[in-house]
Structure formats: C-alpha cells, structure tokens
C-alpha cells in the first residue's frame, strides 16, 4: 500500500491517477521538477501544489480581535481547509494577510507597499488586503476560497528568492476567474521589479489578465478579456504590443494562464481551467526596444502593477513560478492536473442567512441599539436611514422599498431597485450608497452588486459589495456606505461595525 503510494507520487505517469484515486498525486509543482524546471515559488489559498504539502497556504487575520491563523490543506496534497476559516471568521471579518509560497524558498506574498505609480489606501501608503470570503469555489466537491482582488488591493515580495534575474528563463502559470476583470492597470501575477517602481522595459515579466489598459497596450482578438505579458511599460499579446489576433478573449470562468521566457524566446499560453488542453496564443521573439535581453529584477506581484499601479481587478486561485523555461508538455500536464482539481463555481457559496427572493418587494431595518426604528431608504440620489412605520405617508414607505433583483453583476447575488424609481438601483460610488439609474455599464452593474451574507451580528443580513467583498451596507450618520471594518475612512469605524452592517429583512412597506 505505502509503496504504491510513494510510486504515485514520484511517478510522473501516476497523471492518469488524479481522477479516480482519493491518494496522494503529483501537484502541479511536482510536475514541473519532473520536467527539470522546478517551482521557485508556489502560491494558492485553494489547494496544495505538491502531493506531499502540508504546511500553511495561506494566513487570515479577523476584525474581531486582530488574530490570525494559518489555513492549512486537509491533507497532503489536498483542497484548504475551508471549515476551519469559517470557524476562525465566524460572526466577523477575515483579510488574507500572507499567502505562502509552498516550494520551500520562503516567498510569501504580503500587503503591497507604496510604489512609484501609486500608493495604496492605507495611512502607511501599502494597498488593501483582499476579503478572505469574496471568491468561494469547489475543488472536487470541496469548498475553498481564491483570492478576490478589487481595485487598491495588492500583495507583493521585493525580497524574493530564487527567482529568475536578468535575462534568466523561467515559466509562469496562474488560474484566474475569468469574469472578473477589468480595463485597469494591472492585474498581473509573477516578475516584477523589487524597489516597486517602473525602472524601464524588460524588468518585468508578469502574466496579464484583462482588457489592457487602452493607451495603445496589447489587445488580441474580440474585446478581451485576454491573458497578456506585462513586461513594464508594456502590456503584450505578442510580438508587437498593439494586436495580437492570435490571442483570443477568453470566456470560461476559470481560466489557466500561462507566460514563459527564456533568452529571445518567450510565449503566451492559456485554456479553460475546468476542461480541454492549453493552446499556445504566441510562441516567439522578444519584442524590441529593451526586451531583449531582458532585465527581470525577480520580485513577485498579485493584483498589481510593477509599479504599484492598483486599479485592476482579478481574482487569483493559483499559480506558481519555475527556475528555467517549462516545455509545452510538461505544462501541458499541469493543465491536466488543474483540470483534475475540478473547479467549480458554486454559486450557493456566495450567499448565506435568511433567503431573499428574486421579485419581492423588501425593507431593510436597521439593528444597531441607537435606530431599531430606521430603515435603509434615499432621498433623491442618496442612500440614508429613516424613521418608517405603517403609519407613515405613502411616498416615505415607497422611498424605504426595495425590489429584490438577480445581481446585475453577478446572478449569483442581488440588486435592489428602487420602489419609487423604478430602473434605478443601489449602487456603490466612492464607497456611498447611492440610487442611480441603470446605465447599462459593467461598472455599475458591478457596483450595483450585493452578497447577502448571515448579519455579523446575528440579525439578519449583512450585504457584502460583490466588487469590494471587504465592504458592506453600512448605515453611518444615517447615511448608506460600503465600509470596511476598521479601513481608511471614518464611516470604516470599527466600533459598531458588526450592528451597523447588520439589517433585518421584511416584507415591503410598499
Ligand atoms: C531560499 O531558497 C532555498 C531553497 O532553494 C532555501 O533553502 C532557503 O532557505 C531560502 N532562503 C530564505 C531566506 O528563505
């Protein structure tokens, strides 16, 4: 028994295995040291990379009280254990404050600090951590949580080890969400520069997932979202920055992206995580104009720009860095491995606490001590709480109504529209509530999106931003916000937070 184990483990054949046996397989990395380009750096909050890890993948910190704790696989090899952050977190909030790097080099992934394009929200410049429960999936049945990048959020190692320098080769691949993405710079995951600043093309090589930038950046064919190579000051589909037709948009939820380089060579790969093979998008010559050779400095971003640039979107499941240029096949095999790993999209994760019904008419009272009697409602465009009884007038009742509405977003959460505006919705706009007439943007059906969640203080609901899952309804000065528990902002405040996020839903009062 044991020796059959240790053979499906050290076997590169064993692939075929990871399908129908429950045991101990290679993992990805094990996979890339067969084919003599070993990982360098391994990071993923979803599952183990090796077949024999066990150690810590990810750290959480909660709002409650400031703890931390380590997330571990539930076995060799296996998924997170997802219980046992949901124990951790439970009736607060939890931040990924570390995720490790699991090849044994030490490169763990840490808050962003400031850089050169921008510095982050918080007061020492650094960016915002991601929410530990904004991107929940399955693996092989089993309940994890990827890494949900909003904008300003970021997680960097200017320190790295082992990583590839100069004009050295190595290979990338990440698995991203590929619905969740925007046109900002840059969500980017792998090689960038180590003081956090643009110091010239060629000192980054970083896997791209997005629709660029648009000032004259790569695009590939369609409207994107594409899988492109931030290279700094420069984000390429190919060999020419400007258009690739070759590098298709990709449109499965969970995508695998690959980027590798070696000397004058590098190449663009990518495939849905869940099913199929990888296709090659570019394979050839390094652009020109001080790409070849290159200058990788070997420091590792996620979610961020080589410079700190923080204004993209993405969510993160997994992905890895190698010493040396990976051949096709051998990532044709981690392809197999991922889709092995069987990545779902469970769209019950994202919601939890008492059931809202799509097409009802819904009120939302407030739990904090100081205004059991306020319901969430708006005057004109702004979102507030009022006094609302049955005795009130018709138009107090209608403006403090709701329509419950499939997310605009996200179907998998909610929108709510106005009773007496009808086209119009709550949405969030530089962290207000507002009610705005749907335009029809991504961005407002975006920030038009809310995950109700069990309330944090055990009433109710709490609705948690699909596109800032740190954020929730808050009502502040009777006001409506999305607030972070104890962010940036005043309305942040991290006293009262779990009441002041917390409403309990009714039925309409018009
Ligand atoms: C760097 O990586 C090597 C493995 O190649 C490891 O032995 C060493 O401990 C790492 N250094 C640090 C500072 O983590």
């Not at 009130?392 to 009773?419: D, H, M, P, Y």
Request: glycine share 14%.
């Amino acid at each position: 028994m044991f020796s059959g184990l240790n053979h499906r483990r050290s076997s590169v054949l064993a692939f075929g295995l990871v399908a129908t046996s429950s045991l101990a397989t290679a993992g990805p990395c094990d996979i890339y040291s067969s084919g003599g380009t070993p990982c360098v750096a391994a990071h993923s909050t979803t599952r183990a990379l090796y077949g024999a890890y066990s150690g810590p993948l990810y750290q959480v910190s909660r709002g409650s009280d400031g703890a931390t704790t380590n997330i571990t696989p539930l076995s060799a090899g296996g998924v997170a254990n997802a219980a046992a952050q949901d124990s951790f977190c439970a009736g607060t909030t939890c931040l990924i404050t570390i995720i490790y790097d699991q090849s044994g080099h030490g490169n763990h992934l840490t808050q962003a600090p400031p850089g050169g394009a921008a510095s982050g929200p918080q007061p020492n410049g650094f960016d915002n951590l991601a929410s530990a429960v904004g991107a929940p999936v399955r693996l092989n049945g089993q309940k994890a949580y990827g890494v949900f990048i909003a904008p300003f959020t970021g997680y960097r190692n200017n320190a790295a080890n082992g990583t590839a320098t100069g004009d050295a080769s190595e290979g990338l691949y990440a698995v991203f969400d590929g619905t969740h993405y925007n046109t900002a710079c840059c969500f980017d995951y792998g090689n960038a520069e180590t003081n956090s600043r643009d110091t010239g093309n060629g000192h980054m090589e970083a896997i791209y997932f997005g629709t660029g930038d648009g000032s004259g950046r790569g695009t590939g064919s369609g409207s994107g979202p594409w899988i492109m190579a931030d290279l700094e000051n420069g984000l390429f589909s190919g060999l020419s920055p400007i258009n690739n037709p070759a590098d298709p948009t990709i449109s499965s939820r969970f995508v695998t992206a690959v980027v590798k380089g070696e000397p004058n060579q590098w190449a663009i790969r990518g495939g849905d995580a869940t099913s199929g093979t990888l296709s090659t998008f570019y394979n050839g010559a390094r652009p020109s104009g001080g790409y070849n050779p290159m200058s990788k400095e070997g420091a590792i971003i996620l979610g961020i720009g080589g410079d700190n640039s923080d204004g993209a979107q993405g969510t993160f499941y997994e992905g890895v860095m190698t010493s040396g240029y990976p051949s096709d096949s051998t990532e044709n095999s981690v392809q197999a491995d991922i889709v092995a790993a069987k990545y779902v999209y469970d769209t019950s994760l994202m919601t939890s606490g008492p059931a809202l019904n799509v097409g009802s008419s819904i009120s939302l009272r407030a739990t904090t001590a100081c205004c059991t009697t306020r319901y969430i409602a708006h005057t004109g465009a702004t979102v507030n709480t009022q006094v609302v009884s049955t005795s009130s007038s018709t138009a107090l009742k209608q403006q403090a109504s709701w329509t419950v509405r499939t997310g605009l977003g996200n179907s998998a959460c909610f929108s709510f529209e106005s009773n007496d505006t009808p086209g119009s919705f709550i949405r969030h706009s530089n962290y207000q509530l507002m009610v705005n007439a749907n335009d029809g943007s991504k961005i407002f059906h975006e920030d038009a999106t809310f995950c109700p969640q069990a309330g944090l203080n055990g009433q109710g609901n709490s609705f948690r931003s699909w596109s800032y899952p740190t954020r929730y309804w808050r009502h502040y000065n009777a006001l409506g916000y999305i607030a972070s528990n104890g962010g940036e902002h005043e309305f942040d405040s991290a006293t009262l937070f779990n009441d002041d996020v917390s409403f309990v839903v009714s039925a309409g009062f018009a």
